[in-house]
T-cell receptor, first 118, second 115 residues
């Protein structure tokens, strides 16, 4: 299957700093990428939909100024957690859909990023 | 919001036994997908079943879909210790626009298979 690479796999940062997480589709073009957040032993919560060349669409309750999303190319989306606080500590996962694939196919997921804010 | 409800929340079985997990959803869907997640890792796609399909097989996996009841089940036959993981169902909406391709995940079932 297609490969989505997410980097870094884990990061520890100090409160008040910003952290950037990258999501790359390695062997296909992704017009749309999705960013999820997952707390321990819980399900994935969609945060935002990243659209190449346009603004991201955020889910209700997700602060767009807190979680900055940039989708500058068909293979790369980034999520920046700004002014991170301990409550932002979580597992962040991205997924991407193949632009060339038929509609409503499987989504390919990155390996996730474990963010710990101290 | 998460529309999928899965049961059981946790399932513990012995190797060789079958494991059945159920998922219910609330809105109309285009398809329903099952994913597996090992602890602290990303998701691995297992199987996709479209709304006009009732049953699908892939190796030791069997998925059923009942759109009238808005429910699906995942059966893993002859389970192995390596099947230990969390399993999530996810629905893809029929809606277009910004909902296109968006997945809504269930709460997941934690499966433990004892050797």
């Amino acid at each position: 299957g297609a490969v989505v690479s997410q980097h870094p796999s884990w990061v520890i940062c100090k409160s008040g700093t910003s952290v950037k997480i990258e999501c790359r589709s390695l062997d296909f073009q992704a017009t749309t990428m999705f960013w999820y957040r997952q707390f321990p032993k819980q399900s994935l919560m969609l945060m935002a939909t990243s659209n190449e060349g346009s603004k991201a669409t955020y889910e209700q309750g997700v602060e767009k100024d807190k979680f900055l999303i940039n989708h500058a190319s068909l293979t790369l989306s980034t999520l920046t957690v700004t002014s991170a606080h301990p409550e932002d500590s979580s597992f962040y996962i991205c997924s991407a859909r193949d632009r060339g694939g038929p509609g409503f196919t499987e989504a390919f997921f990155g390996q996730g990023t474990r963010l710990t804010v101290v | 919001s998460q529309q999928g409800e899965e049961d059981p929340q946790a399932l513990s079985i012995q190797e060789g036994e079958n494991a059945t997990m159920n998922c219910s959803y609330k809105t109309s869907i285009n398809n329903l997908q099952w994913y597996r997640q090992n602890s602290g890792r990303g998701l691995v796609h297992l199987i996709l079943i479209r709304s006009n399909e009732r049953e699908k097989h892939s190796g030791r996996l069997r998925v059923t879909l009942d759109t009238s009841k808005k429910s699906s089940s995942l059966l893993i036959t002859a389970s192995r210790a390596a099947d230990t993981a969390s399993y999530f169902c996810a629905t893809a909406s029929r809606a277009g626009g910004t909902s296109y391709g968006k997945l809504t995940f269930g709460q997941g079932t934690i499966l433990t298979v004892h050797p």
